[in-house]
Structure formats: structure tokens, C-alpha cells
């Protein structure tokens, strides 16, 4: 008989079909748990629907996912929250008219009735982001940088123990940049697994432990960070033949 | 000053009014203005703070005041125990119509409810042994004077307002301008939207059914033209809350008021021509005024502070 170990999470085989266009096909990769999975692909190759799947925004076409030895791929988004899988968004979504404090408040409200044990859990996450400051802004006021960081925030505020960062660092200038992977690295340290799409090389390298390079909805190649940005593939999917 | 003395100004004020403006006729506008605070704090926690703005709020308006008027018509019963039923009906029905509209957004949802208040006016219209049709429900009011009414429907708004309040201050409040917000955001949140959205509609719904249900002890007939006018309540709801000031605390009850006074004003003095007037009225306050009366205080009550402090508060707590 076999036995088998059941992974952190688990994403096996999946498929989604928009009409005739496949987004993504036949994706499989495994993560345990505090590990941190970067995923790679050019422009449209299906990072960004890879994410919303396994938020259970779209439905599958084909495949499961697995989390902490439950399938989730046929829960809705706030379960599949509740159950421990936060995300950020690439294009960022503040609650404008919130507060920054009330925005990571609307996280900490998961996992607690009480206003004021959310307020106090907001606070410490503020302060671990570095947005204290700016907690009695409007969230639709403040700065893409800053804006990026209340998406982590609000996600963290939900207390996941998987987290989905989608393009943190994309539109940061450098200083900004070295900040946003100062925080991911904390929150890896913190024990939270993480799945993170970026382009920059520099964020990816950084603190990625495997990288999964994906193009067309396909895996071109997953391993060590270092083996799958030299893959001649992958090389090739991003430069074009010439450079392969 | 402590938080809640203006609150406490505004109630003792409000106690004393009808003993000053002694005239049945002025007696009766101000209960006319409770009512529509009521309606318009029950539709805005739905449309302001939740951001579902529902264009068929007469359905339960009327569902209130057809409990009460039924119960009185057909069954002999008190229609003072349509002040317990009506909400409870309004709310009940409220709960199959929101599992069925919530799946719509945005302008969607507000058609879908739109249509909802024109099904519930013709089935009223129609459904003639039930409702005795276009002919309405005449009742004998057991109570003629003005005043008793007047703080039956203050409590009704103190009722209202302090509903709302408790509701937006808690994990609630959070959850519904969360919702209003960004939808996705808050479900990825792990908010249970469709829920939360539910709860607002129930509130909102209870609270709309307990005007309905004191409007027909109050006028004493009613007719499902009238009740579930969608010109007349549905949409005059609307007004008088984006008047006031959405999503603010005393923006209906500002909103009611105005409304009041001034098609009163028109009325008498324009004639059929007061419509008119009011929506060259509505027009400008849109334009002038978009986030109404109490929302545009506090957007200049926000800029003083950010100036003073240096810093910006800011927050759906605010009114």
C-alpha cells in the first residue's frame, strides 16, 4: 500500500477554460508549510488566474486543490479565507472610504466580534508594516507604495497561514522595493507560507525558496530558483529564441 | 464636550416641538418628517453604508401597512399589533427577495428591486379579497389627537437611529461599508457577503415595515397606490436620504425634514407646478451638493481638522 505524506497545500492538475482559451493547463506543484513558492511567467501567462483560482474566484475546469489534507477548489472565496488562504491584489483594491486602520480592522474582524481586540490586532499589524502613521488616512489617498503595503496588511489582518502576494513590488522604485521584500521576508520568518507572482528578479530571488515558471498556462520548468532562471525555456519564453 | 450631548440637544428639542407648533396642520408635518427619517435611516444602512441601493423600498413600506391594515379588516384584530406584525412580515419576505436580487450588483440589483416594488403594488391591486383592491383599507382610528402619534413616531426614529448606529459601530458596520467598498476585496476578506448584505436588507426591511405598519394607524386608509407608490416612496426615499447625506448618521432625518417642509412649501404656493420646482430642486443638490447636506458639513468639519491637527482623520465612523 502507498503511503503518502498529505501536503501543506496541494494544487493538482489544474485546468480553466475561458470559452476556447485555456488559461491555465494542467498545473501541479505542492508547497509545505512557511515555505515560500515564487511563480513566474510572462505577461498573460495565467499568474494572476492561477491566484484566483485557488481564491475561488473562478471555478476549476479540471483538477483539485488540496489544503491542509481538505479539498477547497469547490469553496467559496470567504471560506477558502477563513480557512487560512489570504491574497493581495495586483491591481490594488483599498477600501476607499475606510480608514487605513478600519481597512486592516476589516481583516482582523475573521477572526473576532470585538471591535476593540480587531483594532488592537490592526495596530500591531500597521506597525509591523510600517504604516502606523498613516492609519487615519483615507485609504484612497494614499500612495501606490503605501497602497501595496495595505493590501499585505489587510491580508495578514485575517491571520492566514498561506498567503498570496500578486505583484507587491510592481511600480516601486528601489527603496521601496528593498522594503516590500524587508516584509515578505518578515512575514516568511513569521511562519506564514507564501506564494508570490513578481517580476522583479531581485524580489523573487530574494525569497523564494522554488520557483514554479509557467507561460501560455503551462509549466515550463519548477525547481531550485537558480536552475529555473537559467532553463533555457524559460529564457526563451521571456527573451525569445535568440537568447536561448 | 462630551460625544453625546448634541444627540441629547437634538432629543430635547425634539420633545418640546410639537408643544410649540400647537396647529394640527404643523403637528402633522412634523410626524410626516418622523416617518420619512425613519424610512430614510432603514434605507440608508442598505443603500449607504452597505451600498445596495434598493429603488423598491415600497414593498416593504406597503407590507408593513397592509399587516396592520388587514389584521384590522379582515380579522378584527387591532391594527396597533400590525406595529409588531408588519416589520416582522416586511423582514420575512425581504429574506427570499434578497437570496433572489443579491445575485445581481450594482444597477442591477437596483432594477431587480425596482421591479420588486412594482410586483408587490400590482398583486396588492389585484388580489382584491385580500386587500379589498384599488378601493384600499379605511380603518377607525381609536386615537384623533396629533401629539400621541408625534411621540410614537419619535420613538420610532430613536428606535431607527440607535439600530443603525449599534449596527454600523460593530463587526457589522465594518462588514457592510467593506461590502459597499469593494465587493471582492471584502469577500477575499473572508467577509460572507450575500450574508452580510442579507442582514442590511433584513434591518432595513424591519425598520421600513414598522413606519408602514404606523402609517396606516396614523392615516388610517391606505390603498397600494399610495403605499406602494414607487414615485412616491420608493424613490422619495432615495431623495431624501441623498438630501441629508448618505451614509451619515442624521443625513435622513436632515434629508426628511427639508423634504418635507419644502414640498409643503411648493405645494401651497405652486400648485401642480411644486414637482417641478422640486426636481430643478434635486437637480441642484446633486450638482452643488453631492454627498448632501450632513456630508458636505463634515467634509468641511474633516478639512478644518486636517488643518489644525495636521493630520487627516477620516472614517466611516463619522457623523
Redesign the interface.
Known amino acids: 500500500m502507498e503511503v503518502r505524506k498529505v501536503a501543506f497545500f496541494e494544487v493538482k492538475h489544474i485546468v480553466k477554460n475561458f470559452g476556447g482559451l485555456c488559461a491555465v493547463n494542467d498545473i501541479s506543484f505542492t508547497l509545505e508549510k512557511g515555505r515560500v513558492l515564487g511563480l513566474i511567467g510572462p505577461n498573460g501567462s495565467g499568474k494572476t488566474t492561477l491566484f484566483n483560482l485557488i481564491n475561488g474566484f473562478f471555478p476549476l475546469t479540471a483538477g483539485e486543490i488540496h489544503f491542509k489534507g481538505r479539498r477547497i477548489d469547490l469553496l467559496p472565496t470567504h471560506m477558502i479565507c477563513t480557512l487560512g488562504i489570504a491574497r493581495t491584489f495586483q491591481v490594488v483594491k483599498p477600501l476607499k472610504r475606510m480608514s487605513v486602520l478600519e481597512n486592516v480592522m476589516a481583516g482582523a474582524f475573521l477572526r473576532t466580534a470585538s471591535v476593540s481586540v480587531a483594532r488592537q490586532r490592526a495596530l500591531e499589524i500597521l506597525d509591523f508594516c510600517d504604516l502606523s502613521g498613516k492609519r487615519e488616512m483615507d485609504a484612497g489617498k494614499l500612495t501606490i507604495a503605501d497602497r501595496k503595503r495595505l493590501e499585505i496588511a489587510r491580508a495578514l489582518a485575517t491571520e492566514p497561514e498561506l498567503l498570496l502576494l500578486d505583484e507587491t513590488a510592481a511600480g516601486l522604485n528601489p527603496k521601496e522595493t528593498e522594503e516590500a521584500v524587508e516584509i515578505i521576508r518578515k512575514i516568511r520568518d513569521a511562519g506564514i507560507a507564501i506564494i508570490i507572482v513578481e517580476h522583479k528578479m531581485k524580489v523573487i530571488m530574494g525569497v523564494s525558496e522554488k520557483i514554479l515558471a509557467i507561460n501560455f498556462g503551462r509549466e515550463i520548468v519548477q525547481g531550485e530558483p537558480r536552475e529555473v532562471i537559467n532553463h533555457p525555456e524559460v529564457i526563451k519564453a521571456y527573451l525569445g529564441d535568440y537568447y536561448a | 464636550m462630551k460625544r453625546w450631548y448634541p444627540s441629547a440637544a437634538v432629543l430635547a428639542v425634539a420633545l418640546v416641538l410639537p408643544w410649540i407648533f400647537r396647529a394640527p396642520y404643523y403637528q402633522h408635518i412634523l410626524i410626516t418628517i418622523l416617518i420619512w427619517a425613519v424610512m430614510g435611516t432603514a434605507w440608508n444602512l442598505l443603500g449607504g453604508y452597505a451600498g445596495q441601493v434598493s429603488f423598491g423600498h415600497a414593498a416593504f413600506f406597503g407590507l408593513g401597512a397592509y399587516t396592520a391594515g388587514i389584521l384590522a379588516a379582515h380579522f378584527n384584530i387591532s391594527p396597533w399589533w400590525g406595529m409588531l406584525l408588519g416589520p416582522l412580515v416586511a423582514s420575512l419576505i425581504s429574506v427570499p427577495v434578497g437570496l433572489i436580487c443579491f445575485r445581481l450588483r450594482g444597477p442591477y440589483f437596483a432594477l431587480a428591486m425596482l421591479a420588486l416594488g412594482e410586483i408587490f403594488r400590482l398583486v396588492f391591486i389585484n388580489w382584491v379579497s385580500l386587500t379589498s383592491g384599488a378601493r384600499g383599507i379605511m380603518i377607525i382610528p381609536r386615537i384623533t389627537a396629533k401629539i400621541p402619534y408625534y411621540y410614537m413616531a419619535l420613538l420610532l426614529l430613536l428606535i431607527a437611529l440607535v439600530t443603525v448606529d449599534l449596527l454600523i459601530?460593530?463587526?457589522c458596520g465594518?462588514?457592510f461599508?467593506?461590502i459597499r467598498?469593494?465587493q471582492?476585496?471584502?469577500?477575499?476578506?473572508?467577509?460572507?457577503?450575500t450574508r452580510y448584505k442579507l442582514y442590511a436588507l433584513l434591518a432595513s426591511a424591519f425598520l421600513t415595515g414598522l413606519a408602514g405598519a404606523f402609517y396606516m394607524n396614523y392615516i388610517a386608509f391606505i390603498d397600494p397606490n399610495v403605499v406602494f407608490s414607487l414615485t412616491n416612496v420608493s424613490v422619495m426615499i432615495i431623495l431624501v436620504v441623498m438630501l441629508g447625506g448618505v451614509a451619515t448618521r442624521w443625513g435622513p432625518t436632515v434629508g426628511a425634514a427639508i423634504y418635507i417642509v419644502l414640498s409643503e412649501l411648493f405645494r401651497t404656493s405652486l400648485g401642480s407646478a411644486s414637482v417641478l420646482a422640486f426636481g430643478v430642486l434635486v437637480c441642484l443638490v446633486i450638482m452643488f451638493l453631492p454627498n448632501g447636506l450632513v456630508g458636505e458639513l463634515e467634509m468641511v468639519k474633516k478639512a478644518i481638522q486636517a488643518r489644525t491637527n495636521g493630520?487627516?482623520?477620516?472614517?466611516?465612523l463619522r457623523g
Not at chain 2, 311 to 316: A, I, N, T, Y
Request: glycine share 8%.
Open positions: 459601530k460593530s463587526k465594518f462588514y461599508v467593506s467598498e469593494d471582492d476585496a471584502a469577500e477575499s476578506l473572508g467577509v460572507p457577503t493630520s487627516e482623520k477620516s472614517g466611516l
